[in-house]
């Protein structure tokens, strides 16, 4: 029997939890705020969000961050996918110990580290930095997210599935595109949800690879928060908040429901 | 499928070409000549001349970078400075990411969920805006100073203050230190705690006999999770920290941008990198183990 919660182990979880949310939720209301002035409450007003509807150079940069994110996201998760396959079903293979060591290194290598050889990469090579500098440099990073989570879906999974639908007349190759990866599907998608977040959150490595008209919104944030703060800056982040809440909830219950029905 | 290590070109040549021949490039770089212009930099390697070329390239490069380097004390400090914050940070995490994760695990299964997912749910969430959250609170005439006034309690100037680094620091990377240590105490077997209790421990004797020793590959995995990032980390100082807050993150930043010394911001980035080799190398072998 699992021992109930202390009153200890009830004001830990609450005081984490509100460390957590309080600033979130502070950055939140503010943004309804009335005066110019971010800290001081002058009013419920959405003025702010207006102003941002006129903002040409925000739309743009949210404009550039959501085309980075759909194609870097989608080039990791295949790229992602293939490396999981590869390092749960291959065994030992020559080079796996320097293959998993470029899956595993850039989970924690500092970006600023990451950003800066991507970019030398793209001067020796003399590719102009832009957008696609952004998108390719955002795929290599978050590749490896992908396939960390992919691989834990697909190491649990149960391989004598995909052996009777051998045994059943399948060619290896189809047996994994119609029992392995439809079993795998949820992890896939959470795979590319998670790529999408962070390349739409990365501010350091779009600064280090990006060039003239491929502002990302990050790095337009940026410029603006360093002037100090600003209540379109809150408005903006609660959208952003809310975009990315929403669908991480959306796929919480999704699974949830997935889950009471199996 | 009958060759699942086919599956690996395509993202294994990917990976040579984007992650790891750039590191070749940082390398060459950090030992070339501190031109303070555009590339590119001398030594170029000329593999027209064949085994010649690739000589005068080799004779070519110089440690007259990692020479200034060691001998500017900006350079050091900012190393040292480094190391200090994220080790204090990892310490603090730990002191305040185990109750949660120990108090979480205590929870029936369906609160468990929500609780999990309450933690996660930030992580999702814009680093650079959960921090610009921070400015409006610790700023001179911010929230906290507002609130500490209906007190009658003084006012503390926090932001730009080393102090605030931390309180970022800690701030970013809690969910970071929580999910590894949950991951492991949840799994825990509660007979184990019941058979030390049997045996004559007291709850604190067992928590620190059974249940701490049992958690420490979490402990492990969270403190290298949130100490390897935060060592090279750029926005938490640049936001939070005064002018004098320097960390190598930052540096190789304000190297690169401000005073377009490739050379230097290459030669910091290995520094770096080699001080971070060892714990990488951990994190890694952990990960395989956990993941196969």
């Known amino acids: 029997m699992r021992r109930g919660p202390s009153a200890f182990n009830r004001t830990s979880v609450i005081a984490g939890l509100a460390f957590l949310y309080a600033p979130i939720v502070l950055l939140v209301l503010y943004s309804f705020n009335a005066s110019r002035l971010v800290t001081v409450w002058g009013g419920f007003s959405t003025r702010w969000y207006a102003a941002l509807a006129h903002d040409a150079q925000m739309l743009d940069a949210v404009w550039v961050t959501l085309r980075v994110g759909l194609i870097s996201a989608t080039l990791a998760t295949v790229l992602g996918t293939l490396a999981a396959v590869a390092l749960v079903r291959a065994g030992r293979f020559r080079g796996r110990t320097l293959f998993s060591g470029m899956i595993y290194a850039p989970l924690v290598m500092p970006e600023v580290i990451l950003g800066l050889s991507l970019l030398l990469l793209f001067v020796a090579l003399g590719l102009p930095r832009g957008f696609w500098t952004v998108t390719v440099s955002h795929a290599t990073v978050t590749l490896c997210y992908a396939t960390v989570v992919v691989q834990a879906r697909l190491s649990a999974f149960d391989r004598s599935l995909e052996e009777a639908a051998q045994d059943l007349g399948c060619t290896p190759l189809s047996a994994f595109l119609k029992v392995t990866l439809p079993n795998i599907a949820p992890a896939v998608a959470a795979a590319w949800m998670l790529a999408f977040t962070l390349s739409l959150d990365d501010l350091v490595i779009a600064s280090f690879t990006s060039g003239p008209g491929a502002t990302t919104l990050p790095m337009r944030l940026y410029s603006q928060v360093r002037l100090g703060v600003n209540p379109e800056i809150n408005a903006v982040s609660t959208l952003l908040i809310g975009v990315v809440a929403a669908g991480v909830i959306a796929v919480y219950l999704a699974q949830q429901r997935r889950r009471a029905r199996s | ?292």
């Open chain 2, 1 to 292: 499928m009958k060759r699942p290590w086919l599956a690996a070109l395509a993202p294994y040549l990917w990976l040579v070409v984007f992650f790891a021949f750039p590191f070749l490039l940082v390398a060459k770089l950090s030992l070339s000549h501190t031109v303070l212009a555009m590339p590119p930099y001398a030594p170029q390697l000329d593999l027209s001349q064949g085994h010649a070329g690739l000589t005068h390239f080799v004779h070519q490069l110089t440690f007259e970078t990692y020479v200034r380097l060691a001998t500017d004390r900006l350079y050091l400090t900012a190393y040292l400075s480094s190391l200090k914050f994220a080790g204090v940070a990892t310490a603090i995490l730990l002191a305040i990411g185990y109750p949660i994760a120990y108090g979480m695990s205590r929870f029936g299964p369906a609160a468990r969920q929500g609780l999990l997912m309450a933690v996660i749910l930030p992580f999702w969430t814009s680093f650079l805006i959960r921090i610009y959250a921070w400015i409006a609170i610790l700023k001179p005439a911010g929230l906290l100073n507002q609130a500490l006034a209906v007190f009658h309690i003084g006012t503390i100037r926090l932001l730009n203050t080393d102090a605030a680094v931390v309180l970022g620091l800690v701030y970013a990377y809690l969910p970071f230190m929580v999910l590894p240590l949950y991951a492991v105490l949840e799994k825990q077997d509660e007979s184990l705690i019941e058979a030390a209790r049997d045996l004559g421990c007291t709850a604190t004797g067992a928590f620190w006999r059974v249940t701490f020793p049992l958690s420490i590959p979490g402990v492990a995995a969270g403190a290298l999770l949130c100490f390897i990032p935060m060592v090279g980390e750029f926005v938490i100082p640049d936001l939070l920290g005064g002018s004098g807050t320097l960390m190598l993150g930052r540096t190789i930043w304000t190297e690169f941008f401000a005073d377009r010394d490739w050379p230097a911001a290459s030669a910091v980035a290995i520094v770096l990198l080699a001080t971070l080799v060892i714990p990488i190398v951990l994190f890694q072998r952990q990960q395989a183990k956990v993941l196969s």
